[in-house]
T-cell receptor, first 109, second 116 residues
Framework: RKEVEQDPGPFNVPEGATVAFNCTYS??????FFWYRQDCRKEPKLLMS???SGNEDGRFTAQLNRASQYISLLIRDSKLSDSATYLC??????????FGSGTRLLVRP | DAGVIQSPRHEVTEMGQEVTLRCKPI?????LFWYRQTMMRGLELLIY????????DSGMPEDRFSAKMPNASFSTLKIQPSEPRDSAVYFC??????????????FGSGTQLSVL
C-alpha cells in the first residue's frame, strides 16, 4: 500500500462546479497535512495547510479526518484557472514530507 | 527575492554521460532538498541538507547519484554514469523551518533531464 494515495483523475468539470478530492494516508502518526498545487511544467506550490479543525480560504476548503486517515479538498465555483494537479502532502513525525502522485483537475468553459 | 534557482532548465544527454544539476537556495534558508518527479513514482525526496551537511540520503537511488553542498548558497546533484531510467524532472527546494517544512518549502523551477 502506498503511503499517500490519490485518485489521479482527471476530474473534468464545467466552470462554476464544485469538486472534491480525497487523499488517504497510511501512517497514523502523521503530524502535518497540506495541499499543494502544480501547474503543467511548473514547480509545486503550497495551496493550503490542513488543520484538525478544518480550514477555508476563499473558494477552497480543506478538512482532516484522523480516524479514517484522509484529507480532503473542496473547490467551489471552479474557475478555468483552477486547472492544475493537486498534490496531497503528508508530514511524518520527523517532518519528512510524503507527496501523493496528484489529482489532475480540468475546468472547462 | 529571487527564489530557488536551478540550472539548467533542460538537459539532454546520452546514456553513460555525467550529468550535473545545480541549485541556489533562497538566502537564509538552512534546509535544502533534492526531489525527483516522474509519472510513475510522483515526487520523491532524494536527499536533504541542513547547514550544508547531508542529513538523510536514504532516497538516493544508487551510488551513481551523489549530492554536495559546498556552501550555503550552492548545491549540486550529480549522476555518473547516467541511464535512461534517470529521465525525470529534478527539483531543488529550500526552507528555513524544521517544524513545518510543508508550510515553508519553496521549489525551484526544476531541471527536465532526458537520458537517451
Amino acid at each position: 500500500r502506498k503511503e499517500v494515495e490519490q485518485d489521479p483523475g482527471p476530474f473534468n468539470v464545467p466552470e462554476g462546479a464544485t469538486v472534491a478530492f480525497n487523499c488517504t494516508y497510511s501512517n497514523s502518526a502523521s503530524q502535518s497535512f497540506f495541499w499543494y498545487r502544480q501547474d503543467c511544467r511548473k514547480e509545486p506550490k503550497l495551496l493550503m495547510s490542513v488543520y484538525s479543525s478544518g480550514n477555508e480560504d476563499g473558494r477552497f476548503t480543506a478538512q482532516l479526518n484522523r480516524a479514517s486517515q484522509y484529507i480532503s479538498l473542496l473547490i467551489r465555483d471552479s474557475k478555468l484557472s483552477d486547472s492544475a494537479t493537486y498534490l496531497c502532502v503528508i508530514g511524518d513525525s520527523s517532518y519528512k514530507l510524503i507527496f501523493g502522485s496528484g489529482t489532475r483537475l480540468l475546468v472547462r468553459p | 527575492d529571487a527564489g530557488v534557482i536551478q540550472s539548467p532548465r533542460h538537459e539532454v544527454t546520452e546514456m553513460g554521460q555525467e550529468v550535473t544539476l545545480r541549485c541556489k537556495p533562497i538566502s537564509g534558508h538552512d534546509y535544502l532538498f533534492w526531489y525527483r518527479q516522474t509519472m510513475m513514482r510522483g515526487l520523491e525526496l532524494l536527499i536533504y541538507f541542513n547547514n550544508n551537511v547531508p542529513i538523510d540520503d536514504s532516497g538516493m537511488p544508487e551510488d551513481r547519484f551523489s549530492a554536495k553542498m559546498p556552501n550555503a548558497s550552492f548545491s549540486t546533484l550529480k549522476i555518473q554514469p547516467s541511464e535512461p531510467r534517470d529521465s525525470a524532472v529534478y527539483f531543488c527546494a529550500s526552507s528555513d523551518r524544521e517544524d513545518s517544512w510543508g508550510e515553508k518549502l519553496f521549489f525551484g523551477s526544476g531541471t527536465q533531464l532526458s537520458v537517451l
